[in-house]
């Protein structure tokens, strides 16, 4: 359950950037890979945020999605075939097409990441 820690640090970076006022809507980025489950970071939100500015804040995840890239040619891999099945079936699909230059030196480069896109607050009064 990793994901109450990241939630944790989640709220303390949106609560430092609403500088005292309080938060109405947090908006995430969730990669596909990130293993993060948005059902848990909502709960752990609801219960690490209460008390602070950030209670009742209302989150919304924007998932990302996998992308890898051929160290060989630089060209990025068409993952969008595989999209509804899990990260690690796409991974196998992909290490075992290879790319289509030949090369088999695939990386992940997108939709790992986890983190703050941006924060409402509401107005001063
Ligand atoms: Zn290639």
Redesign the pocket.
């Given at each position: 359950m990793h994901e109450m820690p990241v939630t944790q640090a989640l709220l303390d970076l949106a609560l430092e950037h609403a500088g005292g006022r309080r938060i109405t809507d947090i908006y995430l980025q969730v990669g596909r890979m990130a293993a993060i489950v948005p059902d848990s970071v909502e709960v752990f939100f609801e219960y690490l945020s209460e008390g602070t500015l950030a209670e009742g804040a209302r989150l919304h995840f924007e998932m990302v999605p996998l992308e890898m890239t051929?160290l060989?040619?630089g060209?990025k891999q068409d993952l969008s075939a595989w999209a509804d099945q899990p990260p690690h079936t796409i991974l196998q699909n992909a290490f075992a097409r290879g790319?289509?230059?030949g090369?088999k030196n695939l990386r992940v480069t997108g939709g790992v990441s986890f983190g703050l896109v941006s924060i409402d607050v509401e107005p001063e009064s």
């Open positions: 051929c060989d040619c060209s790319c289509a230059c090369g």
